[in-house]
Nanobody, 128 residues
Framework: EVQLQAFGGGLVQAGGSLRLSCEASGFTFDRSSIGWFRQAPGKEREAVSCISSGDGISYYADSVKGRFTISSDNAKNTVYLQMNGLNSEDTAVYYC?????????????????????WGKGTQVTVSS
């Protein structure tokens, strides 16, 4: 059974940091692509960042470049999203998702509909 569990959300002041974790099981983690997406109330789901677990190549949305860092610990089947310099625009439910395609992530994009597995989200709220 495939499972993805996201942890680490919470309430933080603007300018603060959070680290999200996504623990995965039930599929070949080191041959997958793992992405973080977010959805704010009344808005469409937005791709935030994506990493190819096999080679560690990562991609970021323009809105988070320079502030967020995605990383993968293949020994723990876990992907992290370090979020620094948070602002109110980052407030959303954050989801991790996985694709069985090793290089699904690319600088062209990584649409949510191409992800095969989804976890439940974790709420991130940034207070100004």
């Amino acid at each position: 059974e495939v499972q993805l569990q996201a942890f680490g959300g919470g309430l933080v002041q603007a300018g603060g940091s959070l680290r999200l974790s996504c623990e995965a099981s039930g599929f070949t983690f080191d041959r997958s692509s793992i992405g973080w997406f977010r959805q704010a109330p009344g808005k469409e789901r937005e791709a935030v960042s994506c990493i190819s677990s096999g080679d560690g190549i990562s991609y970021y949305a323009d809105s988070v470049k320079g502030r967020f860092t995605i990383s993968s610990d293949n020994a723990k089947n876990t992907v992290y999203l370090q979020m620094n310099g948070l602002n109110s625009e980052d407030t959303a439910v954050y989801y991790c998702a996985a694709s069985d395609t090793p290089h699904y992530c690319s600088d062209i994009g990584y649409p949510h509909y191409g992800m095969h597995y989804w976890g439940k989200g974790t709420q991130v709220t940034v207070s100004s």
